[in-house]
């Protein structure tokens, strides 16, 4: 496939726009400047964000078309739950595609904010709208209480929306999600210890949906493993493709997860009094 059309010649790391030089162990491979149309073609050469476009652009067609069989949608009561949790796991990895896909765009600096802005908007969708059957369900007994924290976990996520989208760097991006993944962790405690309810097995599907997104993070930040071998991971292999991978993994165990808890409401009954 990548033969299908010959590329242009690609530029090392300090012949590339400035706004583009954000991770100085990956050496080579960085696309010229481009028009939407050259960025198109970009998908059938080899440079360095191929594997990010990909890593991220076949799982959101394989969710597109898959992830709707497998969610009872006739069998829930309240359908918008299945609407947001298919909603969330679609959107990171559309703005993502875009990001990857249309970042050296001849619109320079500008372009490359917004598709960022649309990036980072995506990965705090899936954290909204992903957690919000989790509540809803946890609190599932609890009308009042279920509907002040889906409330007050929007008001939380718009916070963090405004800085994931505003962020200049990766460390500040990554703790416009903390206050969100607190939310989530006093209900996880909530389930165990307290009188919230959900299936026995979702749980530690949420759990491991979380530490994937924690240690991908993580990983991108610290730039492993390009920082130790600068230039061997230019293409493949790399922290961010690394982190694409673990968000993927992220995303099936928020599905798996959600899938439990869809099938275990339907033969659950609060108990009166």
């Not at 200049?168 to 210890?193: C, D, G, M, S």
Request: proline fraction near 5%.
């Amino acid at each position: 496939m990548m033969g299908l059309y010959q590329g242009p010649r690609l530029l090392d790391f300090a012949k590339t726009p400035p706004h583009l030089q954000f991770n100085k162990y990956v050496l080579t491979g960085y696309r010229p400047v481009s028009t939407a149309q050259e960025c198109l073609r970009s998908l059938f050469y080899m440079h360095n964000e191929l594997g990010n476009i990909y890593t991220h652009g076949i799982p959101f067609l394989l969710f597109l078309v898959l992830l709707p069989l497998s969610i009872p949608w006739k069998e829930v009561d309240s359908t918008w739950i299945c609407v947001v949790h298919y909603l969330a796991c679609l959107c990171p990895t559309v703005g993502s595609v875009l990001y990857h896909l249309f970042m050296n765009h001849v619109g320079g600096e500008h372009v490359y904010d917004t598709l960022l802005s649309l990036d980072m908007f995506g990965v705090c969708l899936v954290n909204t709208l992903g957690a919000l059957p989790i509540i809803y369900i946890t609190l599932l007994c609890y009308p009042a209480v279920q509907q002040t924290a889906l409330l007050a976990y929007i008001l939380i996520s718009a916070h963090g929306i405004y800085y994931a989208t505003t962020a200049r760097t990766n460390i500040t991006r990554l703790k416009a999600f903390v206050w969100q993944a607190l939310f989530r962790f006093v209900l996880f405690l909530f389930r165990v210890y307290g009188n919230g309810v959900g299936s026995p097995n979702s749980l530690r599907f949420f759990i491991i949906m979380d530490a994937f997104a924690v240690l991908g993070g993580l990983v991108n930040i610290i730039q492993i493993p390009e920082r130790f071998s600068p230039g061997l991971f230019d293409n493949w292999g790399n922290s961010h493709q690394i982190m694409h991978v673990m968000v993927i993994c992220s995303i099936i165990y928020l599905h798996w997860g959600t899938m439990e808890d869809l099938n275990w409401i339907k033969s659950f009954q609060c108990p009166t009094g």
